[in-house]
């Protein structure tokens, strides 16, 4: 094998991982592009007015606010709980180290 065909052969990861990160960002890139036209024509052509369409954007952000806030608030309420079940257990593994110290004592007396 000749000292070209060899170099020819090889094969460099770097590059390969490099247009493939490349090519993902390009795809990325198209997909916006494409949702972007295709919500400046559907807004184009719309039966409703400017008015109309703000009114249901501000009506869709407050739901979707409202909606993260009560998750949030759920979420917070199931952390206390459950910040309040490890605390319990915890006191309650000290109780049982208490308990297991004293029946190791006992058991060395005997």
């Known amino acids: 094998m000749s000292e070209f065909e060899s170099v020819k052969n090889y094969e460099f990861p770097e590059q390969e991982d490099e247009v493939r990160n490349q090519s993902t960002i390009r795809n990325i890139a198209i997909f916006v592009a494409g949702a972007s036209i295709g919500a400046g024509v559907a807004l184009l052509l719309a039966p409703v007015t400017g008015e109309d369409i703000r009114y249901a954007l501000r009506r869709g952000y407050r739901r979707t606010l ?3 806030g009560r998750r949030t608030q759920d979420f917070r309420d199931r952390a206390e709980d459950l910040l309040e079940h490890a605390q319990d257990l915890r006191e309650h593994a000290g109780d049982i180290r208490e308990r297991g ?5 006992f058991a ?3």
Do not use: F, Q, S
């Open 101 to 105: 110290a004293k029946l190791l004592r």
């Open 108 to 110: 060395g007396r005997r």
């Open 66 to 68: 409202k909606g993260i």
